[in-house]
Every structure is written in C-alpha cells, then in structure tokens.
C-alpha cells in the first residue's frame, strides 16, 4: 500500500495527465485512474466469463483473417523481411537503413477502403 506522500505525489502526476495506474488511462487523478483500472479488469473478466476459450479462439480466427485481407501476401512478405533483420541490438527498421535495404511499410499498414 503506497503511504499518503505516495499517493500525494502519484495524484499529483495524474492531474498533470500521467497515466499513474496501469489501466487506468484517462483519468485525471489516482483515484478515477485506480476506478478505471478496476472497472476495465471487472470488465474483461466478464467477457472471459461469456465467450470462453472457443469464443476467444474463433475472435483470434476472425482476426487474423480480416488481417491477411488487409495486407495480402506482400504485405506479410515485407513484415517478413524486416523481421528476418532484427538483432537482439537493433530492430529490422534500424539494420534495414544502416545496410541501405528497402523495406516498403505501406504493404503492411491497414489498407483503408476508398468505398463507404
């Protein structure tokens, strides 16, 4: 439990727009960030108790669908390659520009459709 100074001083950071409480962002201070936080988890753990494992399986399924319609084939393609040129000391992206290799993002960003 954090001591009055403690809790004085998260108060403080969270009025200035801090998330202090993880789960609790957008609250503007400890105590609406610590009933956010409580309330999101109250909230999953109802959605856990609803949809089970099978209906968390088939949202996952869904996903990765919808995914793969988004980016296509070049896309996971171009994910691949930057992936394939991560270290433990630099990402794909930093390898790719320091080796002057061309990865081209835009085939695995999301596609917005031009229809309404």
């Not at 930093?94 to 917005?112: L, M, N, V």
Request: charged share 35%.
């Amino acid at each position: 439990m954090a001591s009055h100074q403690e809790r004085e001083e998260l108060d403080a950071r969270a009025r200035q727009g801090e998330t202090v409480v993880p789960g609790g962002t957008g609250g503007k201070s400890l105590e609406a960030q610590e009933h956010l936080a409580e309330g999101r988890s109250r909230g999953g753990q109802t959605r856990k108790e609803q949809l089970g494992r099978e209906g968390y399986q088939e949202l996952g399924s869904k996903g990765g669908q919808t995914r793969k319609e988004q980016i296509g084939t070049k896309g996971y393609r171009e994910m691949g390659r930057k992936g394939g040129l991560s270290t433990i000391d630099k990402s794909g992206g930093e390898r790719a520009a320091e080796e002057g290799i061309d990865i081209d993002e835009s085939k695995y960003k999301t596609r917005r459709s031009t229809t309404p």
